[in-house]
């Protein structure tokens, strides 16, 4: 983990009671962060991408390929965050993984830094209209999410997707898990790794959901949903494995952006060493 942001945690694990009815913590600007994104990109070995051509912002995105292993063994990574725009931790997670330069080899990545730049302008959960994104993904009237979807369609399949979020009433970190297929969970991994800088939210019911030890399994079926968040969008098209990570914004944003941050890296080491197991069992074979 980034040492400003240890140094920084290690200030205190206290809860900060600021929010009421609505986040009320700290904010980004989300420009300053973008063009830091775009900048650190070109320095690290990202390849930047626009959704939106032409636009001020243009919904940037960026890919890093894999860069050796078995075809077999390769493995693709989604991450995207700044979906709602009253959740700064996300966008400077993403920031510091584009800071990264040890990835997997095996490993290539595709990251959405902020999907709704208006909303972090406004410090509001919906864009400029009022509209919540990630309620769009079946039937899309937004324009953001309409072109992230177009975008979404000439990716490859993700071995895994991970969405970023913040969670203002959450009294911890958790992770919502969707995984129809049973594949090798990452949840205990990811949390774990997240309960190292920010608490954990232990409830046993989380969003109305039942949760343990901060994992949350639910039993869902998107085709009964009309409005679908970008997770069963990813879900139906492009994945088998979601996590949607929620860190709890009622804490200071050194606190949630690291454990957004630590719970990925624990997801990349996992799903990496997936990858080099399959490598490894192609070669004995």
Sequence with gaps: MDDRLVSLSD?????????????????IEIDEVLADCIATAERTGWRMCRMLPGAACGLPAFVRKSSGGALDAMRCLYISTGIHGDEPAGPLAALCLLQQDNWPENLSLV??????????????????????LN??????????????????????A????????????????????????????????????AGKVCPIDRSEKIEGWAARDGIIRPAV???????????????????????????????????RTAALVEGVRAA??????????????????
């Design 135 to 156: 309620r769009q993904y079946r039937r899309p009237r937004a324009f953001e999410t309409a072109a992230h979807i177009h975008w979404l369609r000439g990716q490859p």
């Design 111 to 132: 990251l959405c830094p902020c999907l709704n730049p208006d909303g972090f302008e406004l410090n509001t959960r919906g864009n400029s209209a009022g509209i919540d």
């Design 221 to 255: 079926d998107p085709e009964a949903s009309s409005d679908w968040p970008e997770a069963f969008y990813l879900l139906r098209n492009k994945t088998r494995l979601c996590y949607t990570l929620e860190a709890p914004s009622d804490y200071p944003l050194c606190i």
């Design 268 to 285: 990349v080491r996992m799903i990496a060493v997936s990858g080099a197991a399959q490598e490894g069992a192609g070669r004995e074979e």
């Design 11 to 27: 200030r205190g694990m206290l809860r900060l009671w600021r929010n009421h009815h609505k986040y009320c913590g700290e904010t």
């Design 158 to 193: 993700f071995d895994l997707a991970l969405c970023l979020h913040e969670d203002w009433e959450s009294a911890g970190f958790y992770v919502y898990e969707l995984n129809p297929d049973g594949l090798p969970s990452l949840a205990e991994d990811i949390v774990a790794a």
